[in-house]
């Protein structure tokens, strides 16, 4: 499951800047080590991440479906065609070197893919709007943010609501690859063209209720930002620039 | 006292487009008064309310020709389908109807109050704390109305605010009308619903083909509800009645 | 093209959070037009989702005609049901109203006449070569409409088609439905525009909590100003007219109550 999912973990309850940092941290980190120990690190940070959001069962099969083609990919580019030394496992020679690439890059994106899903998972829109809107961010980034994050499920409602409709008009939903192909069209096409109809509907809404002025709006509810999160995310981000600090030194881990 | 709309000689032609959606209109719209807007479907109603409200062309592009003075600073506009207008950033019915105070910067206070008040308004103060998205269609609908009423604007424009209401739904909401013009503001009310714009409306303005076919007060120009119709088949001479009660007491007995 | 009858035996159907429908027993017979009322969340739409397979009953058995629609696919029931949802946009991609109209149709195997006809049927000629969503909201709905007719289906069920509407479109809609109505196809719709139920509906089924509450001739509840009461709802102008005047068979339908003050003297407005 892409997208928030109500709950009472300590990543739920924290400030949304927090997790959002958290993950931020450990895609900046994913990409400053170069070592399948270190990066074995930072995988394990992320799934630390997934369990304090208690997230680890939801996020389970939108982050294999993600990752899982990757790690195929890279251990057969990497592992079988890369170079020598080889080491025979089985009928395949694996290249040494291509393997160890494999692992870092397969580590890279299974850390940033479980910390994302994990941040998205915990972190409640409406909260990150009023956080956001405490630190008087203008509400336009306020809504591209959002309405991004928010995008996966909203799409997920439209889409079904349409494969339902297209149903009952005779279309058969799965089929031979063929069919399922020829089938695109009738679904997708609503998708978009009812979003954009809806869009313009949206702007003059908004407009109506001041979402377009310069006018720094009211937070009602801010969401709390207690000293020990702050100094944490200031913590995670002096971290960051350690771990670059290292690897620019020539000392990367 | 001056009108709070002046369209002199008007016309309006959305981008793209060669026929103009309204042509050549002449009309004062006055505050205090529940104006109606109808005629057939692509008779340039929804156009003649975005074009008095400001919102054309300035957010629809489109070329404006005439003289257009507006006496109104805060614009107000409710659409037909409710899950359009929502910000889809507020979690509760409380937040959504804050929106538009929020939005000018108002102290938390004013802010909650102005939102307090018009929820009372529109009988919806006890779904303050539900989600928006799980609310029906005619809820979630005097929620928008709500939320446009927070700001207490001054032109006040809806677009068949009730088509997708129950007709309980709808009459409540059109009996809403009169108080709010009655408080000083401009309304003007796009509807096909002649039965029950007649009940609310001081004066009703009938539109084909963009230009202005009849003006003035409800009993003589809005004559397509069922009763005007069985009266017009029965010979009833003119003005036809337009409800039944109405109907009955013009049959001798 | 024939009408199918429809019928629901002790039928239980529920979303998880408990039954919406719970034990609902109805007989249609073919070329039957019945109208289903009742307050939101009583079960009226459920019960619709039910005959075109997009839900399947927990209990009890949902027949069209000899199909057992739990057993199909819907895109198998579209051969027999014509399915109109309340929000057309959700379906709407094809470039020209004539091409989207034809969509479902030609996945039917049917012919560009009766394309032809459902768009003639609901004034939609002149706008064949429009782009669908350069129609203002109303005129798509009506679009949408034509798809499901030209599908010539036996069995037509609608949610809330005229929501909306003016006068003029809910006339053509009504208009339609009563043709086919008369050639023996079964009309099944969920309406609280009373107006439209009194021109197109035989018989009007009352749902409630998840059950049948009434199931009378349309005639008698339309006039029943008590039970519609009780609904949110008040009789349409034909029937209100003719039960204040005590005309004659007490019509419910704008030309029959027309007909049935034929002759009447009128006084002037007054001022």
Same mark, same amino acid.
């Given at each position: 499951?892409?997208?928030?999912?109500?709950?009472?973990?300590?990543?739920?309850?924290?400030?949304?800047?927090?997790?959002?940092?958290?993950?931020?941290? %450990?895609?900046?980190?994913?990409?400053? !080590?170069?070592?399948?120990?270190? =990066?074995?690190?930072?995988?394990?940070?992320?799934?630390?991440?997934?369990?304090?959001?208690?997230?680890?069962?939801? =996020?389970?099969?939108?982050?294999?479906?993600?990752?899982?083609?990757?790690?195929?990919?890279?251990?057969?580019?990497?592992?079988?065609?890369?170079?020598?030394?080889?080491?025979?496992?089985?009928?395949?020679? %694996?290249?040494?070197?291509?393997?160890?690439?494999?692992? !870092?890059?397969?580590?890279?994106?299974?850390?940033?893919?479980?910390?994302?899903?994990?941040?998205?998972?915990?972190?409640?829109?409406?909260?990150?709007?009023?956080?956001?809107?405490?630190?008087?961010?203008?509400?336009?980034?306020?809504?591209?943010?959002?309405?991004? %994050?928010? %995008? !996966?499920?909203?799409?997920?409602?439209?889409?079904?609501? =349409?494969?339902?409709?297209?149903?009952?008009?005779?279309?058969?939903?799965?089929?031979?690859?063929?069919?399922?192909?020829?089938?695109?069209?009738?679904?997708?096409?609503?998708?978009?063209?009812?979003?954009?109809?809806?869009?313009?509907?949206?702007?003059?809404?908004?407009?109506?209720?001041?979402?377009?002025?310069?006018?720094?709006?009211?937070?009602?509810?801010?969401?709390?930002?207690?000293?020990?999160?702050?100094?944490?995310?200031?913590?995670?981000?002096?971290?960051?620039?350690?771990?670059?600090?290292?690897?620019?030194?020539?000392?990367?881990? | 006292?001056?009108?709070?709309?002046?369209?002199?000689?008007?016309?309006?032609?959305?981008?793209?487009?060669? +026929?103009?959606?309204?042509?050549?209109?002449?009309?004062?719209?006055?505050?205090?008064?529940?104006?109606?807007?109808?005629?057939?479907?692509?008779?340039?109603?929804?156009?003649?309310?975005?074009?008095?409200?400001?919102?054309?062309?300035?957010?629809?592009?489109?070329?404006?020709?005439?003289?257009?003075?507006?006496?109104?600073?805060?614009?107000?506009?409710?659409?037909?389908?409710?899950?359009?207008?929502?910000?889809?950033?507020?979690?509760?019915?409380?937040?959504?109807?804050?929106?538009?105070?929020?939005?000018?910067?108002?102290?938390?206070?004013?802010?909650?109050?102005?939102?307090?008040?018009?929820?009372?308004?529109?009988?919806?103060?006890?779904?303050?704390?539900?989600?928006?998205?799980?609310?029906?269609?005619?809820?979630?609908?005097?929620?928008?109305? &709500?939320?446009?009423?927070?700001?207490?604007?001054?032109?006040?424009?809806?677009?068949?605010?009730?088509?997708?209401?129950?007709?309980?739904?709808?009459?409540?909401?059109?009996?809403?009308?009169?108080?709010?013009? &009655? &408080?000083?503001?401009?309304?003007?009310?796009?509807?096909?619903?002649?039965?029950?714009?007649?009940?609310?409306?001081?004066? +009703?303005?009938?539109?084909?083909?963009?230009?202005?076919? &009849?003006?003035?007060?409800?009993?003589?120009?809005?004559?397509?509800?069922?009763?005007?119709?069985?009266?017009?088949?029965?010979?009833?001479?003119?003005?036809?009645?337009?409800?039944?009660?109405?109907?009955?007491?013009?049959?001798?007995? | 093209?024939?009408?199918?009858?429809?019928?629901? @035996?002790?039928?239980?159907?529920?979303?998880?959070?408990?039954?919406?429908?719970?034990?609902?027993?109805?007989?249609? #017979?073919?070329?039957?037009?019945?109208?289903?009322?009742?307050?939101?969340?009583?079960?009226?739409?459920?019960?619709?989702?039910?005959?075109?397979?997009?839900?399947?009953?927990?209990?009890?058995? /949902?027949?069209?005609?000899?199909?057992?629609?739990?057993?199909?696919? *819907?895109? #198998?029931?579209?051969?027999?049901?014509?399915?109109?949802?309340?929000?057309?946009?959700?379906?709407?991609?094809?470039?020209?109203?004539?091409?989207?109209?034809?969509?479902? *149709?030609?996945?039917?195997?049917?012919?560009?006449?009766? /394309?032809?006809?459902?768009?003639? #049927?609901?004034?939609?000629?002149? @706008?064949?070569?429009?782009?669908?969503?350069?129609?203002?909201?109303?005129?798509?709905?009506?679009?949408?409409?034509?798809?499901?007719?030209?599908?010539?289906?036996?069995?037509?069920?609608?949610? #809330? *088609?005229?929501?909306?509407?003016?006068?003029?479109?809910?006339?053509?809609?009504?208009?339609?439905?009563?043709?086919?109505?008369?050639?023996?196809?079964?009309?099944?719709?969920?309406?609280?525009?009373?107006?439209?139920?009194? @021109? /197109?509906?035989?018989?009007?089924?009352?749902?409630?909590?998840?059950?049948?509450?009434?199931?009378?001739?349309?005639?008698?509840?339309?006039?029943?100003?008590?039970?519609?009461?009780?609904?949110?709802?008040?009789?349409?102008?034909?029937?209100?007219?003719?039960?204040?005047?005590?005309?004659?068979?007490?019509?419910?339908?704008?030309?029959?109550?027309? @007909?049935?003050?034929?002759?009447?003297?009128?006084? *002037?407005?007054?001022?």
């Amino acid at each position: 499951m892409i997208g928030y999912v109500a709950g009472r973990s300590p990543l739920h309850r924290a400030h949304p800047y927090t997790p959002l940092a958290a993950a931020g941290a %450990l895609l900046l980190a994913a990409f400053a !080590v170069s070592t399948p120990r270190a =990066i074995g690190l930072v995988v394990a940070g992320a799934v630390l991440l997934a369990l304090a959001g208690g997230t680890g069962r939801v =996020i389970l099969r939108p982050m294999l479906m993600l990752v899982l083609p990757t790690w195929l990919l890279l251990l057969v580019l990497h592992g079988i065609l890369g170079g020598a030394p080889h080491v025979a496992f089985g009928p395949v020679g %694996l290249s040494e070197p291509g393997v160890r690439r494999a692992l !870092v890059l397969g580590g890279r994106v299974t850390a940033i893919v479980i910390a994302f899903l994990t941040a998205l998972g915990t972190v409640s829109p409406s909260r990150l709007v009023e956080a956001m809107t405490a630190r008087g961010v203008p509400f336009g980034r306020v809504f591209l943010l959002v309405s991004t %994050l928010t %995008l !996966v499920p909203r799409m997920r409602a439209r889409t079904a609501a =349409i494969l339902e409709a297209q149903q009952c008009r005779g279309l058969r939903a799965g089929g031979s690859p063929a069919a399922r192909l020829r089938a695109l069209v009738p679904l997708v096409l609503p998708l978009i063209l009812g979003a954009l109809a809806e869009v313009d509907e949206q702007v003059l809404a908004l407009d109506a209720r001041g979402a377009g002025t310069n006018v720094r709006r009211t937070a009602l509810d801010p969401p709390p930002d207690h000293v020990a999160e702050r100094v944490l995310r200031w913590l995670l981000f002096l971290g960051v620039l350690g771990a670059y600090a290292a690897k620019f030194a020539g000392r990367g881990a | 006292m001056n009108p709070a709309v002046r369209l002199a000689r008007v016309s309006f032609t959305y981008p793209g487009r060669e +026929a103009p959606a309204l042509a050549d209109i002449s009309l004062e719209i006055r505050a205090g008064e529940v104006t109606v807007v109808t005629g057939d479907v692509g008779a340039g109603t929804s156009t003649l309310l975005l074009v008095a409200a400001g919102f054309a062309p300035r957010l629809t592009g489109g070329v404006l020709t005439g003289v257009r003075e507006v006496s109104a600073v805060r614009p107000g506009i409710v659409f037909a389908t409710p899950w359009t207008q929502l910000t889809g950033l507020c979690h509760t019915v409380a937040a959504e109807v804050a929106f538009g105070p929020a939005s000018q910067g108002a102290p938390v206070a004013a802010v909650r109050e102005a939102a307090e008040r018009a929820m009372d308004a529109l009988g919806v103060r006890h779904l303050a704390a539900r989600d928006p998205v799980t609310l029906s269609g005619g809820e979630l609908q005097r929620v928008v109305v &709500a939320g446009a009423l927070a700001l207490a604007p001054d032109l006040l424009v809806l677009d068949d605010p009730a088509a997708e209401l129950d007709p309980a739904g709808a009459d409540a909401l059109y009996a809403l009308l009169p108080g709010i013009a &009655a &408080a000083g503001a401009t309304v003007l009310v796009a509807t096909p619903d002649h039965a029950r714009a007649a009940r609310v409306a001081h004066r +009703a303005i009938v539109l084909a083909e963009g230009r202005v076919a &009849a003006d003035g007060p409800p009993a003589l120009t809005l004559q397509d509800t069922d009763t005007a119709v069985i009266a017009r088949m029965a010979g009833c001479p003119p003005p036809l009645p337009l409800d039944p009660a109405a109907l009955a007491a013009r049959v001798v007995r | 093209m024939n009408g199918y009858g429809v019928r629901l @035996e002790g039928v239980c159907c529920g979303y998880g959070g408990g039954d919406v429908l719970r034990g609902v027993s109805l007989d249609i #017979e073919p070329g039957e037009a019945v109208a289903l009322l009742g307050p939101n969340g009583a079960g009226k739409t459920t019960l619709t989702r039910l005959l075109i397979g997009l839900v399947r009953p927990s209990a009890g058995r /949902v027949m069209v005609g000899d199909w057992d629609a739990a057993a199909r696919r *819907p895109d #198998e029931m579209a051969r027999r049901v014509g399915y109109a949802f309340q929000h057309a946009d959700q379906q709407l991609f094809a470039r020209t109203v004539r091409e989207d109209v034809s969509f479902g *149709p030609m996945l039917l195997g049917r012919t560009k006449d009766d /394309v032809t006809e459902a768009l003639d #049927e609901l004034d939609l000629l002149r @706008e064949g070569e429009v782009h669908p969503y350069d129609l203002p909201a109303p005129a798509r709905k009506l679009v949408a409409l034509a798809g499901v007719l030209a599908m010539r289906p036996g069995v037509l069920v609608l949610d #809330e *088609p005229t929501a909306g509407f003016d006068r003029k479109h809910r006339a053509l809609v009504a208009g339609a439905l009563r043709r086919r109505v008369a050639r023996g196809i079964t009309v099944l719709v969920v309406s609280h525009d009373l107006g439209f139920v009194a @021109e /197109v509906a035989d018989r009007i089924v009352v749902m409630r909590e998840g059950l049948v509450a009434a199931d009378q001739p349309a005639r008698t509840l339309l006039r029943d100003a008590a039970a519609l009461g009780a609904l949110g709802l008040t009789p349409p102008d034909a029937a209100a007219i003719s039960v204040r005047l005590g005309i004659a068979n007490a019509p419910v339908r704008i030309a029959e109550c027309a @007909e049935g003050l034929r002759g009447a003297r009128w006084n *002037p407005a007054s001022a």
